[in-house]
C-alpha cells in the first residue's frame, strides 16, 4: 500500500511467543531467527495489501482495509512460518490477533479504543493461533477462504478494557499443532481444568496427523493415543503435543495413479491425499478412504475409468465428495451426503470426473470408527470401565 488506510480499518498484531527465552539462551541464533522471521510477516502482510505502522522488537503491527486481506496475511506468515528450519532449539511460534474498528490515524500510526482492543486480544493468544475479536469475525463471516473455519471460545474480559469481547479462533489445517489444545479451551481456562471429549479428540486428530506425515511412529501414536482418551485434565493434554508444536507441511503428490485390473487396491490409514488421482479400472475395486488421510490441499480431481468394477470413497465430517460430471453406462453414481457437523469446516472438496461403462462409484461416510472404536473399548477394560470383549471390527 502507498498509504496507510483510514476509518474503519482491519488490525492485525503479531508477537513471537517465548522469545526472551530465546534471546538469553541462544543469542547468536535467535538474531538469524528473527531476521526470517521478520522476512515472512512483513512480506505476508505486504502481499496482502497491509501497511506496517509500527514494530517493537519481534511483534508487527498492521492495518488493512478490508478483515479478508488481514487474514490473508495472517494465515500466509502462519503457513509460511510453520514451513520453516529454524536455527533455534525449538521452533519460533508467533501469536496474532485481528480486530476491526475505528481508528484515528496520525503521522502514519494508530490510537484509540480499536488499537487497545487489538494488542489485548494478541496477549491472550497462545504461540501458533490467530485470535478474531467479535468485530473482526461479522465482517469475515461471508468471506472466510476454503478450508477456514472460525471456531467460537466465548466471551472474555479483556484487561483494562470495559467492555467483554467475544473471541473467535481460526481454524486451518497448518497450523500450529499446540493448537489443538487452545482450540478447546476458552483462553481464561486453567490447565487443570478437566478435559472434555471435544479436547481429547483435538488431540487425537493432531496425532493421527502427525503419524501420518512420518513425525510420530506406530508405537508412539498408540502409547498417546492411550494418554489422550484417557486424559482428566487439560495438563495432561499438553505433553501429548511434544515435539509437535509446529506443524509439518506434508508434500503433497500433485499427481499419483492407480491401476487395478481384476483384483483390489485400497489407499487408507494416513495415506497422502494428492492434488490429482487418476484411477483406471477393469473388474475390480479401488477403495479411497479418507477418514485418517493425511489432507494439506483443499481439493482433490479423481478422473476414473472403470469398465466393469467399483470406486468406494469412505469420507470424514469436513469432505465434500462431487461426482456429478461422470458419465455413466449402464453403471451407476451414488454420492450419500452425511449430515452436517456444527463447527467443521470443509478440509477437502473432491471432484469426480470420468466414464463409468458398467461399474459403480460410491461415496459415503463411514459406518462405523472400527480401529478408533477397539482402541477406546481396549482403553476402558484397563480402566476396569467395561469388562466386555471388544466387538470386531465391521468393515467401513
Given at each position: 500500500m502507498s498509504g496507510a488506510p483510514s476509518g474503519t480499518v482491519t488490525l492485525l498484531f503479531t508477537d513471537v511467543e517465548g522469545s526472551t527465552r530465546l534471546w538469553d539462551a541462544e543469542r547468536d541464533a535467535?538474531?538469524?531467527?528473527?531476521?526470517?522471521?521478520?522476512?515472512?510477516?512483513?512480506?505476508?502482510?505486504?502481499?496482502?495489501?497491509?501497511?506496517?505502522?509500527?514494530?517493537?522488537?519481534?511483534?508487527?503491527?498492521?492495518?488493512?482495509?478490508?478483515?479478508?486481506?488481514?487474514?490473508?496475511?495472517?494465515?500466509?506468515?502462519?503457513?509460511n512460518l510453520a514451513a520453516q528450519s529454524w536455527p533455534t532449539s525449538r521452533p519460533i511460534v508467533v501469536r496474532m490477533g485481528l480486530h476491526a474498528g475505528v481508528c484515528e490515524e496520525r503521522d502514519g500510526d494508530y490510537f484509540g479504543p480499536a488499537v487497545n482492543r487489538a494488542a489485548r486480544l494478541l496477549a491472550v493468544a497462545s504461540g501458533g493461533e490467530v485470535l478474531v475479536s467479535g468485530a473482526a469475525a461479522e465482517l469475515l463471516s461471508d468471506e472466510l477462504p476454503e478450508g477456514v473455519g472460525l471456531r467460537e471460545l466465548g466471551t472474555r474480559q479483556l484487561k483494562d478494557l470495559s467492555r467483554p469481547e467475544r473471541i473467535y479462533q481460526v481454524e486451518a489445517a497448518f497450523l500450529a499443532a499446540r493448537v489443538a489444545v487452545a482450540a478447546a479451551r476458552q483462553p481464561d481456562r486453567p490447565a487443570g481444568l478437566l478435559a472434555s471429549h471435544a479436547d481429547r479428540d483435538r488431540v487425537v486428530e493432531v496425532l493421527r496427523t502427525a503419524a501420518g506425515d512420518g513425525r510420530l511412529t506406530a508405537d508412539d501414536l498408540d502409547q498417546r493415543l492411550e494418554a489422550a482418551l484417557t486424559a482428566r485434565t487439560l495438563a495432561d493434554l499438553e505433553p501429548l503435543l511434544a515435539g509437535l508444536t509446529t506443524a509439518a507441511v506434508a508434500q503433497v503428490p500433485d499427481l499419483a495413479r492407480i491401476e487395478c485390473g481384476s483384483g483390489s487396491a485400497r489407499r487408507d490409514m494416513s495415506w497422502v491425499v494428492p492434488r490429482h488421482l487418476e484411477i483406471d479400472i477393469g473388474s475390480g475395486s479401488v477403495w479411497l478412504d479418507f477418514r485418517e488421510a493425511v489432507i494439506a490441499a483443499p481439493e482433490l480431481r479423481i478422473d476414473v475409468q472403470i469398465a466393469g468394477g467399483s470406486l468406494k470413497l469412505i469420507t470424514r465430517p469436513g469432505i465434500v465428495v462431487d461426482a456429478g460430471d461422470v458419465k455413466v453406462g449402464s453403471g451407476s453414481v451414488r454420492v450419500v451426503v452425511p449430515p452436517a457437523v456444527p463447527g467443521v469446516p470443509v478440509e477437502l472438496r473432491v471432484k469426480v470426473c470420468g466414464q463409468v461403462r458398467s461399474g459403480s462409484v460410491t461415496a459415503r461416510p463411514a459406518r462405523r470408527r472400527g480401529r478408533w472404536r477397539a482402541l477406546w473399548q481396549r482403553v476402558l477394560r484397563r480402566l476396569g470401565g467395561d469388562s466386555r470383549p471388544a466387538p470386531p471390527a465391521a468393515p467401513p
Open positions: 535467535m538474531a538469524a531467527a528473527l531476521r526470517r522471521h521478520d522476512e515472512i510477516v512483513r512480506g505476508a502482510i505486504e502481499q496482502a495489501g497491509g501497511y506496517v505502522f509500527k514494530t517493537v522488537g519481534d511483534s508487527f503491527c498492521a492495518a488493512f482495509s478490508a478483515a479478508r486481506a488481514g487474514l490473508d496475511a495472517a494465515l500466509a506468515a502462519q503457513r
